[in-house]
């Protein structure tokens, strides 16, 4: 049976290293459709997984998700900056932190 796209996700998410992001553009492109920046997010957004380190995936420019807001302090930053990604107004340096994995 082939791997429905949630689950290409969520493969491609669970190989983001740690000290590594990715933007949901380049998820998409490596679970099989640079389409599917939307659907990244959608799928993110409903993971039940907690093992899966979604707090790695961020927007082109490097923008953290408001969906990690709790109580006025956004859990992604936090969980970011533990793995020595530092967010700068609550951004990432893409240049020196996106995971450099090859789209074929």
């Given amino acids: 049976m082939a791997e429905n796209t949630f689950q290409k996700i969520y493969k491609v998410v669970g190989e983001i290293p740690e000290g590594r992001v990715a933007s949901y ?11 599917w920046a939307r659907v990244v997010g959608y799928a993110l957004n409903v993971n039940q997984n907690p093992a899966l380190p979604c707090h790695r995936v961020v927007n082109r420019d490097g923008r953290v998700s ?16 533990q793995e020595g990604i530092p967010c700068r107004s609550g951004k990432v340096d893409m240049e020196k932190y996106q995971w450099k994995k090859l789209v074929f």
Avoid at 25 to 35: C, F, P, T
Avoid at 73 to 81: A, D, F, K, P, S
């Fill in 66 to 81: 408001d969906a990690f807001m709790e109580n006025g302090v956004n859990r992604q930053i936090i969980l970011l900056e």
């Fill in 25 to 35: 553009g380049q998820i998409a492109a490596l679970a099989g459709n640079k389409r």
